[in-house]
């Protein structure tokens, strides 16, 4: 199975540090893992990826567990606009194009 | 910069109507594909293709046919509409050379099209 497993649901405190997990044990080597989030009435947006080792961008930092089984996206000071439900996904090019998202995490920002 | 274009932004059709949700793109992009999104719940995947002239199925491609005739235009056609059908739909594209790219090239969404079915 492709989907990811996600909580779903966290909160967090506005200015504060949120750490929200994906899980992805049958994960192959070649696959990547995007996340993506989707602020409320409008269409889901990239936010990072990562193949093994961990990244940053702007917008945020991906920490890819050794394993590769499960993976973190780091907000590092939420803001109440970070509120959105955030999708991890694998992309793989054995599924040739098959990209499927699983629920998702909505994160609520509390002011 | 366009991205992803979808018209229309929002239609109500009658069941037994057809309709085309249009989708275009202006970023040169091989691979496009459909969602949709139910109230509270996640996408999920309807069709994609991967280049001009290939096109596969999602997870929900019952009731929808597409067609990709160029790189630009993905559009995706309702022949019936039926009220299981109201929803929010998502096209997506990404940057593909010959599939093996798809990967490791993020989606990038339109606005999404508000169907309702009555």
């Known amino acids: 199975d492709a989907k990811t497993t996600q909580p779903n649901s966290m909160e967090s405190n506005e200015e504060e540090p949120v750490h929200l997990p994906c899980n992805h044990s049958t994960i192959s080597g070649t696959d990547y893992i995007h996340w993506y989030r989707q602020l409320p009435s409008q269409g889901p947006e990239y936010v990072i990826h990562g193949l093994t080792s961990n990244v940053n961008n702007r917008m945020a930092s991906l920490a890819i567990a050794e394993d590769r089984k499960s993976s973190t996206l780091i907000l590092h000071r939420a803001t109440l606009r970070d509120a959105a439900v955030y999708y991890c996904?694998?992309?793989?090019?054995?599924?040739?194009?098959?990209?499927?998202f699983g629920q998702g995490t909505t994160l609520q920002v509390k002011p | 910069n366009a991205g992803v274009t979808q018209t229309p932004k929002f239609q109500v059709l009658k069941t037994g109507q057809s309709m085309t949700l249009q989708c275009a793109q202006d970023?040169?992009?091989?691979?496009m594909s459909w969602y949709r999104q139910d109230p509270g719940m996640g996408l999920r995947l309807i069709h994609y293709s991967v280049g001009a002239g290939i096109t596969d199925q999602g997870e929900v491609p019952n009731g929808y046919n597409v067609s990709r005739s160029t790189t630009e235009d993905f559009p995706l056609r309702l022949l019936s509409a039926a009220p299981s059908q109201t929803s929010v739909y998502f096209c997506?594209?990404?940057?593909?050379?010959?599939?093996?790219?798809?990967?490791?090239?993020?989606?990038?969404f339109g606005n999404g099209t508000r169907l309702t079915v009555t």
């Open positions: 996904i694998r992309h793989s090019s054995s599924n040739t194009g098959k990209l499927i």
């Open positions: 997506a594209s990404s940057y593909s050379k010959f599939k093996v790219v798809i990967d490791n090239s993020p989606l990038h």
């Open positions: 970023m040169n992009h091989e691979y």
